[in-house]
């Protein structure tokens, strides 16, 4: 039985985790833990104002793992939820790429 193993294709899925680490450091250095309101949360993933709020409301992002509501007027979201909701679903905005 023979498994036949290309280094180019290990190297690139490796080199590919390695950027979505290095990324992901950058993104929790840049950003404060909590980021206040909707068009500043979707600046840090690549996302309009509208297009978040449109998301709350849809309820792709969900009241306490995503986000709390600090006041009628005030949204604060959770940094580390919505990177780690983004990269799940392969929209997270890359900072360096292979």
Do not use: C
């Amino acid at each position: 039985m023979f498994i036949e193993i290309n280094a180019d294709d290990i190297a690139e899925k490796v080199a590919e985790k390695l950027l979505m680490k290095i990324n992901r450091k950058l993104d929790e250095k840049l950003y404060p833990v909590e980021i206040k309101g909707d068009s500043e949360a979707g600046l840090m993933i690549g996302l309009t104002g509208n297009a978040m709020k449109q998301r709350r409301y849809s309820g792709f992002y969900i009241e306490g793992k995503h986000f709390y509501k600090k006041s009628d007027n005030i949204i604060m979201w959770f940094r580390d939820a919505l990177l780690d909701e983004e990269a799940l679903n392969g929209r997270s905005k890359t900072v360096l790429s292979a």
